[in-house]
T-cell receptor
Framework: GENVEQHPSTLSVQEGDSAVIKCTYSDSASNYFPWYKQELGKGPQLIIDIRSNVGEKKDQRIAVTLNKTAKHFSLHITETQPEDSAVYFCAASNGNNRLAFGKGNQVVVIP | DGGITQSPKYLFRKEGQNVTLSCEQNLNHDAMYWYRQDPGQGLRLIYYSQIVNDFQKGDIAEGYSVSREKKESFPLTVTSAQKNPTAFYLC??????????????FGAGTRLSVL
C-alpha cells in the first residue's frame, strides 16, 4: 500500500519567517494530496489540498507544490504567525477512498 | 451547525469492558472513517464505510467493531480484545461526488483511557 513520509519531524521558525514541510509518497498512482493542521486536543482541519493535474496551489499565506516525477509534495507557510504553531499532517490517496497519512510535523513559531 | 460530532470527548474503560464511541454527521456524506492516533504517530485507519450497511477493515481492525445502520451514524466499539486501547480516536466523513472525492472532514475526537 501507499507509504507517506514527512520531514522534518519538528520545525522551529522565527515569527515572520517561512516554514517548509516536505512529504514523499511511494505509490505513483496517488493523485490527491491534502494537508491537515491539528491543534492540541482537536481534530485535524483541512488547510489545503492539491490534485495531480496541477503543480502548485496557493491560498493566502499557504501554498502546496507537487513534483510527481520525484513523488514528493511540500507545504509552504509564509510570514509565519504564532497561531501557525500546530502539528501538520500530509496524506496521499490513489482515489480508492482511503488516505495514507504521514506521521506529522510539529511546527513551533517563536514570537 | 453542520459537521461531525463525536461523543463523548473523554472516555474511561475498565478491564474487560466494551465501550462504544459515537460519531454522527449531518453533511450527507456517504463515506465515514475511524482512525486511531497515538502520540507522535500519524493517523491509522481502523474501519471505514462507503455506504450504509457496508464497511471494510482498515489497517488495525483487530479488537474493534463497527456498524453502519444509518447514513449519518458510524459508531465504533472498542472490545475487550483490544489490549492497548488508550489513544485519541478520530472519526471522519467524505462525499463520493467526483469533484470532492477523498476530501475527509474530521470530528473533534474522543480520548479513551484505561482505568
Amino acid at each position: 500500500g501507499e507509504n507517506v513520509e514527512q520531514h522534518p519531524s519538528t520545525l522551529s521558525v522565527q515569527e515572520g519567517d517561512s516554514a517548509v514541510i516536505k512529504c514523499t509518497y511511494s505509490d505513483s498512482a496517488s493523485n490527491y494530496f491534502p494537508w491537515y493542521k491539528q491543534e492540541l486536543g482537536k481534530g485535524p482541519q483541512l488547510i489545503i489540498d492539491i490534485r495531480s493535474n496541477v503543480g502548485e496551489k496557493k491560498d493566502q499565506r499557504i501554498a502546496v507544490t507537487l513534483n510527481k516525477t520525484a513523488k514528493h509534495f511540500s507545504l509552504h507557510i509564509t510570514e509565519t504567525q504564532p497561531e501557525d504553531s500546530a502539528v501538520y499532517f500530509c496524506a496521499a490517496s490513489n482515489g480508492n477512498n482511503r488516505l495514507a497519512f504521514g506521521k506529522g510535523n510539529q511546527v513551533v513559531v517563536i514570537p | 451547525d453542520g459537521g461531525i460530532t463525536q461523543s463523548p470527548k473523554y472516555l474511561f474503560r475498565k478491564e474487560g469492558q466494551n465501550v462504544t464511541l459515537s460519531c454522527e454527521q449531518n453533511l450527507n456524506h456517504d463515506a465515514m472513517y475511524w482512525y486511531r492516533q497515538d502520540p507522535g504517530q500519524g493517523l491509522r485507519l481502523i474501519y471505514y464505510s462507503q455506504i450504509v450497511n457496508d464497511f471494510q477493515k482498515g489497517d488495525i481492525a483487530e479488537g474493534y467493531s463497527v456498524s453502519r445502520e444509518k447514513k449519518e451514524s458510524f459508531p465504533l466499539t472498542v472490545t475487550s480484545a483490544q489490549k492497548n486501547p488508550t489513544a485519541f480516536y478520530l472519526c471522519a466523513s467524505s462525499t463520493q461526488l467526483p469533484v470532492a472525492k477523498n476530501i475527509q472532514y474530521f470530528g473533534a475526537g474522543t480520548r479513551l483511557s484505561v482505568l
